[in-house]
């Protein structure tokens, strides 16, 4: 995808450091990354935009929505993502005029004002970093709480190790965080009233301008200024004081940490009150800032300073909450719900069974299509720009591929295993360059489920035996997937029933085609909550139904719904049905 991170930054903030962050590693994924802001200083890989979101005048408002709009339209933006009240409310106008995505990481308590109730502008979703944040969004600003998600600062805990405690003469107290606002008022009452100079060897690592201020402790406190080895300056205290993040990467390399910061105070976190600090961002975060008891806070220290180390599994709670790739696969999940639910749009998965040359080979049953009108389906997805997909190209699980910027996919499924689908249908995809996913049943030679329907008896058509199938896999185009032995509704079978057709038909088209199936089709499209848990247990990575599911296809990995081919769907019927919001307008009626 083509996303766009903006930031409103003056300095270094934690919101900085979380977007260029997560950035970076939705950069490693393959997504194009750009940013705006006024200055930004952490390293970044994609384009910078320099925009000066903190001049608020009306003038320059309207300035930054038209530079915006500039951006989102030359730069193909598929999804906006702000990170600041500024910035936000600038993107929020944009995007609603140019119909972009957008979400907002909210990383502070926000203002409460009349016109902020009644315009949040933080988009299609807000991302507040912890359950403090949510929580007075939807209190105090009216947000409402299906429009939020709690979305933690990601953090590349591999480059946070546990470390040994360090051999100082003199216990090294370092405090990190901005000089300046509430951060910098903590920082001057923690120095003034709380840190004895004579028995510690404090240190301020900060980003910020030094204020007149703190010129009455410039010969006893060291003012280390910003550093880019965050490991190395932590590994060397004896005990750390922040917030946010920076109590979080403290903890991963196992150092005693004191989370205080612009709200309360948490005290040495431990595994008894961690989960208090995750809810409140570390301290940064609360009911109303800067309501904190600093008589107590010498007394924590002392405790601290008692312990080499903390609890080992103390930090492992921060790795298992705060592991990048783990906050960045919800990033990934959250932009497909705000893109597919706001452009009501979704790659279309469609669904053909055989194919017939003349008159001769209809049936009963809606499941054929002449190869002719099938020739001029593929025709049109050509002339519509379709390239495909299959299960295989997803092994990977990144879903969001298929909103690939410039891209427009469709995935081709065909069920049973029809002798046609290798006489009459490969050619065809061939003739096209298209893929298609074909599922086939194994324990059958013809389609006896539909011939010996008591009801609405179909004609009998052969399916493939192995050397048809496997002569099918050989193709680049294709890919064989799984469809039970005897093709039976999976909902009305014991759970022993339902794993032996399964697991049979998955061993014997294994054997067949001499690898790993990926995909599974359950027949009818029927099948309950032990289907999907046999299809996930024995190794497949996608199932998929066929009316039912939800309507985004990363949803629900295991239940992929799908839009199904009839003998009567012409060239206009297949137009209608894979232009993206079939279902979504199906789905209304």
Not at 254 to 268: D, H, M, N, V, W
Not at 382 to 396: A, I, Y
Not at 523 to 533: C, L, V
Request: glycine residues 6%; hydrophobic residues 35%; proline residues 4%.
């Amino acid at each position: 995808m083509n996303i766009l991170m903006a930031l409103s930054q003056l300095e270094v903030t934690g919101a900085e450091v979380y977007a260029t962050t997560v950035g970076n590693e939705l950069t490693a994924r393959g997504h194009n990354v750009f940013y705006v802001s006024d200055t930004l200083t952490k390293p970044h890989k994609g384009p910078f935009f320099s925009l000066r979101f903190n001049k608020r005048s009306v003038p320059r408002r309207f300035w930054h929505v038209g530079y915006l709009i500039y951006l989102i339209k030359k730069h193909n933006i598929q999804l906006v993502h702000a990170h600041s009240r500024a910035s936000s409310w600038s993107c929020h106008v944009a995007c609603k005029l140019t119909g972009t995505p957008m979400v907002t990481t909210v990383h502070g308590r926000q203002p409460v004002h009349a016109s902020r109730k009644k315009f949040h502008a933080m988009g299609d979703k807000a991302l507040p970093v912890c359950e403090a944040i949510r929580d007075q969004l939807h209190s105090d600003l009216d947000v409402p709480l299906e429009q939020m998600e709690v979305s933690r600062n990601g953090i590349e805990t591999d480059q946070f190790q546990w470390v040994a405690a360090p051999d100082n003469s003199k216990p090294v107290i370092t405090i990190v965080g901005r000089l300046t606002g509430p951060k910098g008022d903590l920082c001057y009452r923690l120095l003034d009233e709380c840190l004895d100079s004579d028995k510690y060897d404090i240190r301020v690592v900060t980003g910020s301008k030094f204020e007149s201020r703190f010129e009455k402790f410039t010969s006893t406190v060291n003012f280390v200024g910003y550093t880019n080895d965050v490991p190395k300056m932590l590994s060397e205290a004896d005990l750390v004081i922040g917030a946010g993040r920076v109590a979080m990467e403290s903890l991963l390399c196992g150092r005693p940490t004191l989370a205080i910061g612009e709200a309360k105070c948490i005290g040495i976190v431990d595994d008894s009150n961690v989960s208090e600090a995750m809810a409140s961002n570390f301290g940064d975060i609360g009911p109303k800032d800067l309501d904190i008891d600093f008589s107590g806070i010498a007394s924590m220290v002392e405790s601290g300073l008692n312990s080499a180390h903390c609890n080992e599994s103390t930090s492992q709670t921060i790795r298992d909450h705060y592991a990048l790739a783990n906050i960045v696969d919800q990033v990934e999940c959250i932009y497909q719900d705000v893109y597919i639910d706001t452009l009501r749009r979704e790659m279309p998965v469609i669904m053909y069974h055989r194919f017939i040359k003349d008159d001769s080979g209809k049936g009963v049953h809606g499941t054929y299509l002449h190869i002719d009108m099938f020739d001029k389906h593929m025709a049109l997805l050509k002339k519509m720009g379709f390239e495909t997909l299959t299960f295989e190209d997803l092994q990977d699980g990144r879903l969001i591929r298929r909103l690939d910027a410039g891209k427009r996919y469709i995935m081709i499924t065909v069920d049973d295993g029809y002798v046609d689908n290798l006489e009459l249908m490969l050619p065809v995809l061939e003739k096209y360059g298209f893929k298609a996913v074909v599922y086939v049943v194994t324990g059958e030679s013809f389609n006896r489920w539909d011939v010996e329907n008591p009801d609405n008896p179909e004609k009998s058509v052969p399916l493939m035996n192995a050397d048809q199938v496997r002569l099918l896999s050989q193709s680049e185009l294709i890919e064989i997937g799984g469809h039970t032995l005897s093709h039976p509704k999976l909902n009305t079978l014991s759970d022993a029933q339902q794993r032996h057709e399964i697991i049979e038909n998955k061993a014997a088209l294994e054997a067949t085609i001499g690898k790993p199936l990926t995909s599974f089709a359950y027949p009818f499209g029927e099948h309950n909550q032990a289907s999907k848990d046999i299809a996930k247990e024995v190794g497949y990575q996608y199932a998929v139904a066929t009316n039912s599911g939800p309507l985004q296809f990363h949803k629900d990995p295991y239940q992929i719904r799908r839009i199904a081919i009839f003998p009567k769907t012409d060239v206009f019927g297949l137009w209608r049905k894979v232009r993206g919001n079939y279902l979504f307008r199906k789905a209304k009626k």
